[in-house]
C-alpha cells in the first residue's frame, strides 16, 4: 500500500482573477486529503472514500470505460471527486508510462468537499503521487504540481489556474501568476475558517466570471482591480519577517485588503447570503479582515484574527456549522507509507 497525503488552502487573495492571468495568494492549511493506493491485477478502479464531508462512497469500475455504474451516493459532488480521482489515475498512468493498470483506491480526508479549501487539489495532488509511487516513479515536487493542475484543468473543461495544485504541492504560501509559480516567505497569518456546510461548484462559478467578463468592460476591470489588491498584498508580505509573528500593523492592512477583495468577489456574483453573513459576522466580531475562500457559491470563509473572538463571534452566527483556526500547513505533498 502506497500511502501520501496533501493540503487543502486558503486563499489569502486572488481566486477567480487568478484564471485570467492575475496574480493570486493561497496559503496551504494544515487540514489534510490522504490517498492510499494498491495497484490491481486487472485494469478496474475501486474507490472506497470516508470523511469528504458526505457519508463516504464506494464505488468499482473498468478503468477504461469512464462509467461509474455502482456509486452508493450518486450526488454530483460524489461524480465530481470520481472525476478528479481518475484525472489523477491518467496523470500517474501517462507518468509511469503505463496505460493498462487498475488500483483499490482509498481517500480520507478532513477537507471539505467543494467548500473553498482545495479539497480536490488536495485528492489529485497526494493521489499522483501515491499511484506514481506504486508504479515505482519518483516524480519531482514541480512535475506533480505539473500534472495536477493538467487533471483539474481537463475535469474543470480547460477553467482552472495552477494555484490551488501548486499550492497543495509545496505547502506554505505561494503565488501564482499564470505560468509563473513561487513558494513565498510569510509570517504564520492567523486564520480563521468559518464553513456553512455548504459547496459551490466551481466549474459554473467560473464560467459565471467569465460571462460577466465578456459583457461588461467593468467587470474586466473589477477581476484586474483585484489582481492590484494581490500586488498591493504581497508588497506587504515581503516587508513582513517571515520568523515572527506578523504585528498588528500588518494584519489591519492584510485584513483591509481582504475585506476589499470580497467586495469584489461578491460584485463578481460568486458571494452567497451566508458566505457574506460569515464575513460581516467575523468582521463584527473583531476580525481584521474576512473574505470568501475559492470558488464561493457556498462553503467556507477566511478571516484574520490573532485572538478567539472572530471564532467565537461565529461559533454564534446562524448558518455557520464549522469553525475552526486553520494553521499555515509549511508541509506539501508528503509520503506516508
Ligand atoms: C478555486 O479554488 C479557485 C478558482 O480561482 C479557480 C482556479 O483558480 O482554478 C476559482
Redesign the pocket.
Given at each position: 500500500m502506497t500511502v501520501s497525503s496533501a493540503p487543502g488552502k486558503v486563499?489569502l487573495f486572488g481566486?477567480?482573477a487568478?484564471?485570467y492571468g492575475e496574480p493570486?495568494v493561497p496559503c496551504a492549511v494544515e487540514r489534510r486529503a490522504t490517498v492510499s493506493v494498491e495497484p490491481r491485477e486487472d485494469d478496474h478502479i475501486r474507490v472506497e472514500a470516508r470523511d469528504l464531508s458526505l457519508d463516504g462512497f464506494t464505488v468499482e469500475y473498468a478503468g477504461s470505460t469512464g462509467d461509474h455504474p455502482d456509486v452508493n451516493v450518486p450526488t454530483p459532488l460524489v461524480e465530481a471527486a470520481i472525476g478528479y480521482i481518475d484525472a489523477a489515475v491518467e496523470q500517474a498512468l501517462d507518468a509511469a508510462g503505463e496505460s493498462d493498470v487498475g488500483f483499490d483506491i482509498t481517500v480520507e480526508s478532513d477537507i471539505p468537499l467543494g467548500a473553498?479549501l482545495?479539497s480536490s487539489a488536495a485528492v489529485v495532488v497526494a493521489g499522483i503521487d501515491a499511484a506514481t509511487r506504486a508504479l515505482g516513479v519518483e516524480l519531482d515536487a514541480e512535475e506533480i504540481a505539473d500534472r495536477a493542475y493538467r487533471a483539474?484543468y481537463a475535469v474543470?473543461d480547460g477553467?482552472?489556474?495552477r494555484?490551488?495544485t501548486f499550492c497543495s504541492t509545496m505547502g506554505g504560501a505561494v503565488r501564482v501568476e499564470g505560468d509563473d509559480c513561487r513558494t513565498l516567505d510569510t509570517p504564520n497569518l492567523p486564520f480563521v475558517v468559518g464553513f456553512d456546510g455548504g459547496a459551490g461548484d466551481?466549474g459554473a462559478?467560473?464560467a459565471g466570471v467569465r460571462d460577466l467578463r465578456e459583457r461588461y468592460g467593468f467587470a474586466a476591470d473589477t477581476v484586474d482591480t483585484i489582481g492590484d489588491i494581490v500586488r498591493e498584498g504581497e508588497e506587504l508580505l515581503s516587508e513582513a519577517d517571515p520568523e515572527s509573528d506578523p504585528d498588528e500593523s500588518l494584519l489591519v492592512e492584510l485584513g483591509n485588503l481582504m475585506n476589499f477583495n470580497h467586495g469584489l468577489l461578491e460584485a463578481l456574483g460568486v458571494s452567497s447570503r451566508s458566505l457574506d453573513n460569515m464575513v460581516w459576522a467575523a468582521r463584527t466580531a473583531g476580525a481584521h479582515g474576512a473574505k470568501l475562500t475559492?470558488?464561493g457559491g457556498g462553503g467556507c470563509i477566511v478571516a484574520l484574527d490573532p485572538t478567539p473572538e472572530t471564532q467565537t463571534g461565529l461559533r454564534f452566527t446562524p448558518g455557520c456549522e464549522d469553525v475552526f483556526r486553520a494553521e499555515l500547513a509549511t508541509e506539501g505533498v508528503r509520503a506516508e507509507a
Open positions: 486563499y481566486e477567480h487568478v484564471v493570486a473553498g482545495g483539474e474543470q477553467q482552472a489556474s494555484a490551488d466551481t462559478l467560473v475559492g470558488a
